[in-house]
């Protein structure tokens, strides 16, 4: 091969290299998941919702953001982190699991629930809640059984 063409060949091999690495940045990979424990439960049963949002958490500013529906108290909260390494690639989570007591019967649907990471909005779906009424009111016993 003669010194120009060689010159040429060199300089393709980097064009294309270089244009491989220059592709457009992509948007940072994050994911939000709810679910709860039970979704049927009685008045006054707690039941526990955890929301975990996964991926490159860089961004990641403060937790979820939604409401809770009228009927429900909020009993315990925490949050969790968890980092794993494998390989070259680490992977990152943080839950956070909320305890909640639900007051009043009826079907609610708690969420969606959304964070904000890297200017981005990521909602999960909605989850829908039966709340039944206890057949014997919290606190109070079956009757002694008498035979006679």
């Known amino acids: 091969m003669t010194r120009a063409v060689r010159w040429i060949v060199a300089g393709a091999a980097l064009a294309s290299a270089a244009t491989a690495g220059w592709a457009a940045p992509q948007p940072p990979q994050v994911a939000i998941a709810a679910a709860v424990d ?31 529906p009228q009927g429900f108290k909020l009993a315990a909260s925490r949050r969790s982190t968890n980092v794993a390494i ?55 016993e079956a009757a002694p059984r008498l035979t006679l």
């Open 38 to 68: 039970q979704a049927r439960v009685n008045i006054g049963q707690p039941l526990t919702l955890t929301i975990t949002v996964s991926g490159d958490l860089a961004g990641l500013k403060g937790g979820p953001e939604g409401e809770l």
């Open 86 to 140: 494998q390989g070259r690639v680490i992977q990152r989570s943080v839950s956070f699991i909320s305890v909640l007591v639900p007051t009043a019967a009826g079907t609610f649907q708690l969420g969606p629930f959304r964070v904000v990471c890297q200017g981005r909005t990521i909602s999960t779906d909605p989850i829908a809640i039966e709340v039944k009424k206890p057949i014997l009111p919290p606190g109070s």
